[in-house]
Structures are given as C-alpha cells and as structure tokens.
C-alpha cells in the first residue's frame, strides 16, 4: 500500500525567497507523479506531472524532480511570490492491481509568502 | 475550453436526506473520479469510472454510489446523510484511468 509523507505540513517565507517542498513515498513501483496546488475551500489545480521515466519536470517557475530509489520527490520554487500562498499536494494513482486509477494523496504542506 | 464542471457549489442538507453531485468531465475525457475531501486532510478516493464502468472503489459505506452516463459525465449519490459526510466533494477527469487528472472546483456539502 502507498503511503505518502509531505514535509512540512506548513511554511511561511517572506517574498522573494527559493523554497523547497518534499514529498516521500514508500512504494517505488509507480506510474507518475502529479503536483497539486489548492487555494482554500477551492478544487485541485494541477501543477506539474512526472512520468515514472522522467527526473524533472519544470514550468515557469516551478521544477519538480522524481528519484523512485529514494523514494522522493521535490517541488522547487523560484522567487516566491504572495500569490504563491496555497496548500500544495503531491499524488500517485496505484501501479497496478484493483483501482489502479486511484490517486494517493499526502497531506500536504500549507505555503504562507508574506510580502 | 471548459474544465472539469461540478454542480452544484454548495448545499446544505439535513441528516437522513439523500443528495445527488453532478460532474462533467474536460471534453474528450473518459474516466471520472471522485473524491472526498474534509478540512485540513488530503482528498480520499471514493470512486473511479471509465468507458461508464466502475474501475475502482475507495473505503466508503454502501450509502455511496455513483454512475456514468453515456456522455461520461457523472453522479455522486450520497443516502442517509450523516453530519460526519460534510466535506468537500471533488470530481477530477482524465483522458484514461491513470492520466494526469484534473479537478473541478469541488461541492461543499454540509449536513446539519
């Protein structure tokens, strides 16, 4: 069973300023990678996905990376931003088996940039 | 080009009373998920259909049920409503079942 981990649960950074979310997974056996980021009470927006082959993907000012030996993965971003202040997620569907569309979720880190 | 459309936003129901959601997918897109999401924890899998079969179901009570129609939108079904199923109820799309899924901006659902 996946089980996912997100560290931290919450950061706050002035403007500005490089962070680093961590996402970690304990089944390596998987499929892709999707990053999430969600305003509150509002829907999912998705960010960025890995596919299982890839190290990294990027978009604008946000890069993702994927190491399945560790059992990791990582959103970076760049020169944060006020408007960057969300509850980002990361999620896996199953590899294989019954529900294999299911997405797994962590609980997700909660992103404060004060300007 | 529209996204993933869930209806209706908010609905407030008492407990004992039945509700239905409402989820059109990204045009194009054959798998319908959906997910239960309460405050402050990460989205639960409820369901998944495709090509309007069920493909998967999460750890929810029979009271739960869901359909696919043949324009692959969707239905959520919730019977016997208890207070413990007020949450945010989101719907997500994707080309196949393990495609890079999108959401649509969810149904606050609270039963009082």
């Known amino acids: 069973k996946q089980e996912v981990t997100q560290i931290p649960a919450a950061l706050s950074v002035p403007e500005g300023e490089n962070l680093v979310l961590n996402c970690s997974f304990t089944d390596s056996a998987i499929y892709n990678l999707q990053w999430f980021r969600q305003d509150p009470g509002k829907g999912l927006t998705s960010l960025l996905l890995?596919?299982?082959?890839?190290r990294e993907q990027t978009s604008g000012r946000l890069n993702a990376s994927l190491d399945k030996s560790s059992g990791r993965s990582t959103l970076y971003i760049a020169a944060s931003q006020p408007g960057d202040s969300a509850t980002y997620l990361c999620a896996f569907p199953n590899a294989g088996g019954t529900s294999y569309g299911k997405l797994t979720f962590g609980q997700g880190t909660i992103l404060t940039v004060h300007p | 080009d529209a996204g993933v459309t869930q209806s209706p936003t908010h609905l407030i129901k008492t407990r004992g009373q039945q509700v239905t959601l409402r989820c059109s997918p990204i045009s194009g897109h054959k798998s319908v998920s959906w997910y239960q999401q309460v405050l402050g924890q990460g989205p639960q899998f409820i369901f998944q259909y495709y090509e309007k079969e069920e493909r998967g179901r999460g750890n929810f009570p029979d009271r739960f049920s869901a359909r696919q129609f043949p324009n692959y939108s969707s239905e959520l079904n919730v019977n016997a409503l208890l207070l413990g199923d007020s949450a945010l109820y989101l719907c997500?799309?994707?080309?196949?079942?393990?495609?890079?899924?999108?959401f649509g901006q969810g149904t606050r659902l609270t039963v009082v």
């Open positions: 997500a799309s994707s080309l196949g079942p393990r495609g890079e899924a999108f």
């Open positions: 890995i596919q299982s082959s890839q």
